[in-house]
């Protein structure tokens, strides 16, 4: 190992838990901030797909996600009439990369996560909200300051650059929430019904229930009421498939939410001297692309690994970018291309799940690995 590091992270999201726990394994000094009062809960669900769980298996996760989580072995593509399009194997994927795909409610993995720091003797700064003042103070008292919070407004990514950097609205909203136990589908399947500008998503998890997303064109209007809009869900999804309508019978209200999805465009850089982003500060893609919480996971990762390599940190964070950015941007027009398809206001006919095969997406997904 170099030198030991004191690093200040301002984010305890995924990216943020990530680094502190892989930084700690590895002797470094993590001082970590959260804005909120607890680990952030927001969101339903995310899927792990086998990038992420080779980082969860170097975080020594592996094994209480997978017991945690549901193993889709498929994920099948409908039209809104309930007509099977197209089928994907995750399980062939998992087999080519060698990992597996975990589905799991947010709040479960981040508590696993923060569970994970406080086994290491971590301990995260609550209700401390970072300021731009804040990050030139923690610049001077820390040797890294790592920004890890978020896509909208990174405070940390603006101290790097001097004009206003904009989240991108794509048009169109996502409905989320959780679902109790489901008889309507097999809990091994990823289900990914779409019709014209509109989608609905359903993913099992291990105990029998789901998370899911129904998500349509619209602009974006934040005034408008949660209720109105769950309104709407049900006006827009009411008549499709079974499992869709099942999922609007049973869902929870209380754990819905919306999200006006926006994500960033590449940036020319991440850091400046001793301060760095990372995660969706750094480079959020769309939800489409099923890879911003995988990218902010492989982030960690390989941060660790180059302060591993060297005691020059400018040296360290100009190959941090170097090897990250091709990765990151590619998932960022990934996202960005399947919205498109989906909810442009002239959807593509034929509305293929992906024409890319097993081993292309397994070479993707576990490109600088291991
Ligand atoms: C609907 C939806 C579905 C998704 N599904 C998937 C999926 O299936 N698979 C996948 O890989 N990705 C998915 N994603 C993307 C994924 O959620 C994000 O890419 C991931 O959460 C990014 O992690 P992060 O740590 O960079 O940011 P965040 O998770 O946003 O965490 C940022 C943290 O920083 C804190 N913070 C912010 N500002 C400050 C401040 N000034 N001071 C202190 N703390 C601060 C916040 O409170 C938060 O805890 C989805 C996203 C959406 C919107």
Same mark, same amino acid.
Do not use: I, K, Y
């Given at each position: 190992m170099t030198r030991t590091q004191n690093i200040a992270i301002v984010g305890a999201g995924v990216a943020g838990l990530a680094l502190a726990i892989l930084a700690t394994q590895q002797g470094h000094k993590v001082n970590l901030f959260e804005r909120?009062? #607890?680990?952030s809960s927001v969101g339903a669900g995310v899927t792990l797909w086998p990038n992420a769980m080779f980082v969860m298996q170097q975080m020594g996760l592996e094994r209480e996600l997978m017991r945690m989580g549901g193993s889709p072995d498929m994920m099948r593509q409908f039209d809104q009439h309930g007509s099977l399009q197209t089928e994907f194997d995750v399980l062939a994927v998992n087999s080519l990369c060698g990992f597996p795909s975990v589905t799991i409610l947010r709040r479960e993995l981040m508590s696993a996560m923060a569970g994970a720091f406080e086994r290491l003797g971590g301990k995260i700064t609550f209700n401390s909200s970072i300021s731009a003042a804040d990050v030139m103070k923690l610049g001077k008292d820390f040797d890294l300051v790592v920004g890890a919070d978020g896509r909208m407004n990174s405070v940390v990514r603006q101290t790097l650059y001097a004009e206003e950097i904009t989240p991108r609205y794509h048009g169109f909203v996502n409905v989320i929430g959780v679902a109790k136990?489901? #008889?309507?589908?097999?809990?091994n399947v990823i289900y990914d019904f779409r019709g014209q500008g509109q989608r609905f998503g359903i993913v099992p998890v291990n105990d029998g229930g789901c998370y899911w997303a129904g998500a349509w064109n619209t602009s974006a209007d934040k005034e408008r009421p949660k209720a109105d809009l769950y309104a709407e869900l049900h006006q827009r999804f009411h008549d499709w498939p079974e499992a869709v309508k099942k999922i609007l019978l049973t869902c929870d209200s209380a754990s819905v939410s919306r999200v006006f999805v926006h994500d960033i465009d590449p940036l020319?850089?991440?850091?400046?001297d001793n301060v760095l982003i990372i995660g969706d500060a750094a480079h959020a893609s769309l939800p #489409?692309?099923?890879?911003g919480a995988c990218q902010a996971l492989e982030d960690a990762w390989h941060l660790t690994q180059l302060l591993n390599q060297t005691d020059n940190l400018e040296i360290a964070l100009q190959r941090f970018y170097q090897q990250r950015h091709i990765k990151t941007s590619s998932a960022q027009k990934v996202g960005r291309e399947f919205a498109t398809k989906i909810?442009?206001?002239?959807?593509?006919?034929l509305l293929p799940t992906s024409n890319i095969s097993a081993v292309e997406l397994s070479r993707f997904w576990m490109q600088g690995l291991t």
């Open positions: 909120g009062s #607890t680990v136990p489901l #008889t309507a589908v097999p809990d020319p850089f991440w850091h400046h #489409t692309s099923g890879q909810f442009s206001e002239q959807p593509e006919p």
